[in-house]
């Protein structure tokens, strides 16, 4: 195999851009940047607010970031349906980063996880834990912890134990 066939394709990047623009110049500089990148063969689209106003209404994670945070959220990044940047212009190095790592197989994570940023948590578990295990009769993975304060005759708030391990009324 030769090194073309072994390298994933790289995934397209689909931009947003507001119109018009809060700094001309800048956006400027951003789209010669982009283009640069699509000449040397890096699937980048770019779309501007006035004049694809259909794709900004069609693509459903534009769509409900700019019903939810406004035109402020503009320029958006989405690699595949996911939103990567927001809010301010992708540099060359994170348009390249991107495309390479979202060709790359991606194991799944919990939304927790994903919301702790590009590192997250380890994959999700293959097998249930806690409450969800004993619910299906599991045995702990760690025992209980032992002691702890006396609470006496109160009811939990997990069902009414009142000590003796059986719901009363």
């Given amino acids: 195999m030769t090194a073309a066939e072994e390298t994933p394709p790289l995934a397209g990047l689909d931009i947003f851009l507001p119109s018009p623009p809060p700094d001309p110049e800048r956006q400027e500089a951003f789209l010669d940047e982009a283009a640069a990148l699509a000449v040397a063969g890096r699937p980048i689209t770019v779309y ?34 996911d939103v990567v940047v927001s809010a301010v212009y992708p540099s060359t190095e994170q348009m390249e980063r991107f495309a390479a790592a979202g060709a790359a197989a991606r194991e799944p994570r919990s939304a927790a996880a994903s919301a702790c940023g590009p590192g997250g948590a380890a994959p999700l578990p293959r097998e249930a834990g806690g409450f969800a295990a004993q619910l299906m009769g599991a045995a702990p993975a760690a025992p209980r912890p032992t002691g702890g304060p006396d609470i006496g005759g109160r009811r939990n708030l997990m069902g009414g134990d009142v000590g003796d391990g059986l719901p009363g009324r």
Avoid: K
């Fill in 48 to 81: 501007l607010q006035d004049e694809d106003a259909w794709a900004f209404e069609q693509c459903d994670p534009v769509a409900e970031l700019l019903a939810s945070a406004g035109d402020a959220a503009l320029p958006v990044t989405l690699l595949g349906s």
